[in-house]
């Protein structure tokens, strides 16, 4: 199974910059599409930042201009700045990656990061 680990949260002020990593684990995996998604409280999980196949990337509306995902191939990892932080950023953050292992497709979800911006 792949494994998804988030880090990089914390409380930061309204206008900061904060950069979540998602590191991913496992043996003989690929990955095709990479995925931030955060939750704040009493809302439904949305997706803010997404890679397919490495090429098409999308941002929500709320977030354009402002967070940046990017991925290192070598580290399995997976990036997102994000600058001019405003309160209602405020939320769980997600990581999701899907691809193959062993031949099989997966779909792995991270535990999850806070994120906090005071006003």
């Known amino acids: 199974q792949v494994q998804v680990v988030e880090s990089g949260g914390g409380l930061v002020q309204s206008g900061g910059s904060l950069r979540l990593s998602c590191a991913a684990s496992?043996?003989?995996?690929?990955?095709?599409?990479m995925g931030w998604h955060r939750q704040a409280p009493g809302k439904q999980r949305e997706l803010v930042a997404g890679i397919i196949s490495g090429v098409t990337i999308n941002y929500a509306e709320s977030v354009k201009g402002r967070f940046t995902i990017s991925r290192d191939n070598a580290k399995n990892t997976v990036y997102l700045q994000m600058n001019s932080l405003k309160p209602e950023d405020t939320a769980v953050y997600y990581c999701?990656?899907?691809?193959?292992?062993?031949?099989?497709?997966?779909?792995?979800w991270g535990r999850g990061t806070q994120v906090t911006v005071s006003s």
């Open positions: 496992g043996s003989s995996f690929s990955i095709n599409a």
């Open positions: 999701n990656l899907r691809g193959s292992q062993y031949n099989v497709r997966y779909d792995s």
